[in-house]
């Protein structure tokens, strides 16, 4: 359903839950940029070489809460989401490289609409979902190129989405007796899958690491996308519920694609534990689309021994999205914390943020916060030689 379309029906809304509703005529929206963005730890979906500095076995994971507002005029509809965006794992192999894995949420939305006054009753639930399984592998180069590393991502993609649509019951009076007291209900389920050269599914990067900078480049091909839809059509009489007539089924296929993606960022590290990381990625749909991402840390010791301020991190981030329906800007910012716990390095990392998100045409603002939580736990596994 087109966004316009969704825009009749939310004039009169009683529930809504969403990521967001710019853009959800695209599949959704995908997570706002995230302290996982910088590229000096870690697993990076856009950065598959970065692992290849990491010495010991690393499990991470986030959760995300998001609060938004949709206005357009003087309508007003809130929204919501609860999410796990991300799950990665790393793995080093010492000379023989680092293979990690991660799933990824690429888009997401889950909504419930209603319109009810005196001549109308529809609702509409609707549920999209595409994710990406990464298997990577990078290693670092021999001898004397020992700071470059290379990495590359195998991108399995796949999701499901269901939505049903429901009209009435509905009165017309007299003339129209065949369709008095009807429910009629569309239901739709799907899946997706690629349909592009297996070989377009890889992503590639190349990452440079010293102790005060880090500078990485990555680029990953467009990928076709196939929706197949099975669809169907239930009649119900409102004095006979749990009794529906169902019409014959039919199936359709939707094409679509995902973007090439290019990134690369920089980060340096001076006074000793000052930060400052830089990302720029672009996206070529029909037209290319980029966001900027901007992130200060102060670095903490990591020793648990260490005070509080001391001992964990703290700084800020903003960003600036173009989003992937023409004329949509994202702005946000957030204030973070990474805290470490215990000896084994687990850490926790809190980030609150929010930001607008604005479409030119139809005008829509959304503004919009929520938190964000980053669990990494380290294990005692791998090299014994420490990241440089």
Known sequence: MRLNTLFLILLAVCVSSAASLIGMDALGAEPA?????????????????????????????????????????DNTVSLSSFTVPSISMIL????????????EQKFFANNRLELLDETSNIRLTSRVGIYEFLPSYSIRLPFFLSDFAVGTSYRVLFGNSFSTLERGPLDWG????MARNI????????????????WKNFGYSLHYHKKTVDYFISYFPSIQMQQNIRKNIQFEREDRLGIPDTLQTH????FFKLPNRFAHGVHFRFLQNKNLSLVHEQQRY???????????????TGLHYSPFFKRNDFGISAWYAEKYVKDINEYGASLFSDLWLGRRGTLIGIAFFGGYRQAKEPHWDEPFFGLRLNLTGVGNWGTSVRRR
């Open 33 to 73: 940029p995230r302290n996982a963005a910088i590229i000096r730890n870690g697993f990076a979906p856009q950065n598959p070489a970065i692992s290849a500095f990491e010495n010991r076995t690393k499990f991470g994971t986030s959760i995300q809460f998001e609060s938004a507002e949709a206005q357009k005029d």
């Open 92 to 103: 080093p192999l010492g000379s023989l490289g680092v293979f990690s894995i991660g799933l």
């Open 174 to 177: 007299d003339e129209a007796w």
């Open 183 to 198: 429910i009629v209900t569309e239901r739709e389920r799907g899946y997706f899958e690629s349909t592009s050269d297996w």
């Open 251 to 254: 199936e359709r296929k939707e």
């Open 286 to 300: 029909d037209d290319p689309i980029s966001s900027y991402f901007a992130e200060y840390k102060i670095s903490g």
